[in-house]
């Protein structure tokens, strides 16, 4: 796992992202703004392999506020209409070989480079009525943390 993790570090590295704009999405800045004191930007964005929300904090969440962010998030990230919009209406469109892309969840505090938490997603091919992937297997992977964990998972508390 270590292998991969560094991987896909170095690929974010030196990855370019296209940021998205739209009134969903603006809506939803400006909830997280309101609700997320401490959340100094937030931007959503894609590139290959994934599409991510990235958010620059102040200083560190405690462990609630990021069990409630992620939850936010996650919610709006598997919405219909953000599929729809973003992952459809942009992503695919840019990169049509690419296939479904992962989802992830960034956290980073103001004036670090490594991320403290990002959570990722890989879709799942199952078999639905409108043949889309599924986004429900989360990982957590804290800030020295090379190999992700299930996430959420009422076993275990959020490790940094």
């Not at 400006?30 to 959340?39: C, E, G, R, T, Y």
């Not at 998030?73 to 599929?83: D, G, V, W």
């Not at 403290?116 to 992977?141: A, G, Q, S």
Request: include cysteine.
């Amino acid at each position: 796992m270590a292998p991969v993790l560094a991987l896909v570090l170095f690929m974010t590295a030196c990855t370019s992202y296209t940021k998205v704009s739209s009134e969903g999405v603006k809506a939803f800045r400006q909830d997280i703004k309101q609700n997320f004191p401490l959340i100094q930007k937030t931007e959503i964005r894609y590139s290959t392999p994934r599409v991510e929300v990235t958010y620059k904090l102040k200083e560190e969440l405690n462990e609630a506020e990021v069990q409630l962010l992620f939850t936010k998030t996650q919610a709006f990230m598997t919405s219909p209409s953000f599929q729809s919009e973003v992952v459809d209406g942009q992503y695919r469109i840019k990169y049509p070989s690419w296939g479904d892309p992962e989802l992830a969840i960034t956290l980073t505090v103001r004036g670090e480079d490594a991320a403290v938490y990002r959570f990722i997603c890989m879709p799942e091919n199952v078999e639905t009525d409108k043949d889309e992937p599924v986004y429900t297997h989360w990982y957590v992977y804290a800030e020295d943390d090379a190999e992700g964990k299930p996430y959420p998972d009422q076993k275990t508390e959020i490790k940094k």
